[in-house]
C-alpha cells in the first residue's frame, strides 16, 4: 500500500504553498491528496444570524462553491508542473458541517498531514484538529513565493526538550530525519543540564543510523520561540521538528508558548506533534 500524504486545502490563495511543501516532503516515495471541506452553508451562519434566509443560503452556497472551483484549479495548475508526483497525486473534496471533524476523520488515515499558516478563522480550526486530535505528524507550511524549488529535509533543526510530546515528534519524522544530509539538535538552557536528555537523544538516533550534531543556547532575554529560530537560522536549517501540547486553547509547546512564535514568525516549515 502506498504512503499516503494529505495536504489540507483551506483556502485559494495558501493552497500552492501547502502542495509544493506536500510535494517537497514526499519526495517521489509517497502519493499526494489534495483534501478540501466544502462546508454546508448552515455551518457558516453567524450567531447574530436568527435564520437562514433563502437569500443568505444562495450567498453562501455560491461563495463556497467559487472556494472549491479556485482550488480544483489550483490543485489541477500545481498536479500540471509537478511531473510524475503530480500525476499520480489526486484530489478529494468532501461536503461536511464541521471543519475540523472532515479534517480528523482523514487525517487519522494518513502519514503525514501538510496544511498552510492559517489566514483565516477556518483553517485556524483545522490546524488546531490536525495538531491534537489526529494522532499524526503535522507539517506545516512556511509563507514562501512559489515558482522556485523548495528545499526540505536538506538539514532537520530537532526543536528539544525531554518531554513525550517531543519524542513522539522525533519517532513520527524518522523517515524525514534518515533522509536529511543534517540533523541538528536545538535546545534552550534554562536553569538546568540538559547535557543528558540530549546525550539520550543522540543515542537513539545512532542506533536509528541518524548522526546528529547539538546546539545548546543560552536564553539571552529571549523567547524560547525566538532563540530556537535564531539558532535554526544560524545553522542553516531548512526545517524544524518539535513536539506541541494545548494549554486553554492557546497552542504551545512543551519550550513553554515557543509554538506561539513558531507560528507567528517562522520562516520555516515545521514538523509538529501533540
Given at each position: 500500500?502506498?504512503?499516503?500524504?494529505?495536504?489540507?486545502?483551506?483556502?485559494?490563495?495558501?493552497?500552492?504553498?501547502?502542495?509544493?511543501?506536500?510535494?517537497?516532503?514526499?519526495?517521489?516515495?509517497?502519493?499526494?491528496?489534495?483534501?478540501?471541506?466544502?462546508?454546508e452553508p448552515e455551518s457558516l451562519i453567524l450567531p447574530t444570524e436568527e435564520v437562514m434566509t433563502p437569500a443568505r443560503r444562495a450567498e453562501l452556497t455560491a461563495m463556497l462553491?467559487?472556494?472549491?472551483?479556485?482550488?480544483?484549479?489550483?490543485?489541477?495548475?500545481?498536479?500540471?508542473?509537478?511531473?510524475e508526483i503530480g500525476h499520480n497525486g489526486r484530489w478529494s473534496e468532501v461536503v461536511g458541517k464541521s471543519l475540523e471533524t472532515e479534517v480528523i476523520a482523514r487525517s487519522k488515515?494518513?502519514?503525514?498531514?501538510?496544511?498552510?499558516?492559517?489566514?483565516?478563522?477556518?483553517?485556524?480550526?483545522?490546524?488546531?484538529?490536525?495538531?491534537?486530535?489526529?494522532?499524526?505528524?503535522?507539517?506545516?507550511?512556511?509563507?514562501?513565493?512559489?515558482?522556485?524549488?523548495?528545499?526540505?529535509?536538506?538539514?532537520?533543526?530537532?526543536?528539544?526538550?525531554?518531554?513525550?510530546?517531543?519524542?513522539?515528534?522525533?519517532?513520527?519524522?524518522?523517515?524525514?530525519?534518515?533522509?536529511?544530509?543534517?540533523?541538528?539538535?536545538?535546545?534552550?538552557?534554562?536553569?538546568?543540564?540538559?547535557?543528558?536528555?540530549?546525550?539520550?537523544?543522540?543515542?537513539?538516533?545512532?542506533?536509528?543510523?541518524?548522526?546528529?550534531?547539538?546546539?545548546?543556547?543560552?536564553?539571552?532575554?529571549?523567547?524560547?520561540?525566538?532563540?530556537?529560530?535564531?539558532?535554526?537560522?544560524?545553522?542553516?536549517?531548512?526545517?524544524?521538528?518539535?513536539?506541541?501540547?494545548?494549554?486553554?486553547?492557546?497552542?504551545?509547546?512543551?519550550?513553554?508558548?515557543?509554538?506561539?512564535?513558531?507560528?507567528?514568525?517562522?520562516?520555516?516549515?515545521?514538523?509538529?506533534?501533540?
Amino acid at each position: 500500500m502506498p504512503r499516503d500524504i494529505v495536504a489540507i486545502l483551506v483556502v485559494p490563495e495558501t493552497a500552492r504553498t501547502c502542495l509544493e511543501t506536500a510535494a517537497a516532503a514526499a519526495d517521489g516515495a509517497y502519493v499526494i491528496e489534495a483534501f478540501h471541506v466544502r462546508l454546508e452553508p448552515e455551518s457558516l451562519i453567524l450567531p447574530t444570524e436568527e435564520v437562514m434566509t433563502p437569500a443568505r443560503r444562495a450567498e453562501l452556497t455560491a461563495m463556497l462553491a467559487e472556494r472549491s472551483r479556485c482550488l480544483l484549479l489550483a490543485y489541477r495548475d500545481w498536479a500540471e508542473s509537478a511531473g510524475e508526483i503530480g500525476h499520480n497525486g489526486r484530489w478529494s473534496e468532501v461536503v461536511g458541517k464541521s471543519l475540523e471533524t472532515e479534517v480528523i476523520a482523514r487525517s487519522k488515515r494518513a502519514d503525514l498531514v501538510v496544511m498552510a499558516r492559517p489566514r483565516e478563522p477556518e483553517g485556524e480550526a483545522a490546524l488546531r484538529a490536525a495538531i491534537f486530535d489526529t494522532g499524526r505528524l503535522l507539517l506545516l507550511a512556511s509563507d514562501r513565493s512559489t515558482g522556485a524549488p523548495l528545499r526540505l529535509c536538506a538539514h532537520i533543526a530537532i526543536a528539544w526538550k525531554a518531554d513525550r510530546r517531543a519524542r513522539s515528534a522525533v519517532s513520527a519524522a524518522l523517515p524525514w530525519l534518515k533522509r536529511a544530509h543534517r540533523v541538528t539538535i536545538l535546545s534552550v538552557a534554562e536553569g538546568e543540564d540538559t547535557s543528558p536528555s540530549v546525550d539520550r537523544l543522540l543515542a537513539w538516533l545512532a542506533s536509528e543510523r541518524i548522526k546528529a550534531d547539538r546546539v545548546i543556547a543560552e536564553r539571552n532575554g529571549k523567547g524560547i520561540g525566538a532563540r530556537l529560530l535564531f539558532e535554526a537560522q544560524v545553522i542553516g536549517a531548512d526545517c524544524i521538528v518539535m513536539g506541541a501540547y494545548r494549554h486553554g486553547r492557546i497552542v504551545e509547546t512543551i519550550l513553554g508558548g515557543a509554538t506561539r512564535d513558531m507560528l507567528r514568525h517562522a520562516d520555516l516549515p515545521i514538523f509538529m506533534m501533540h
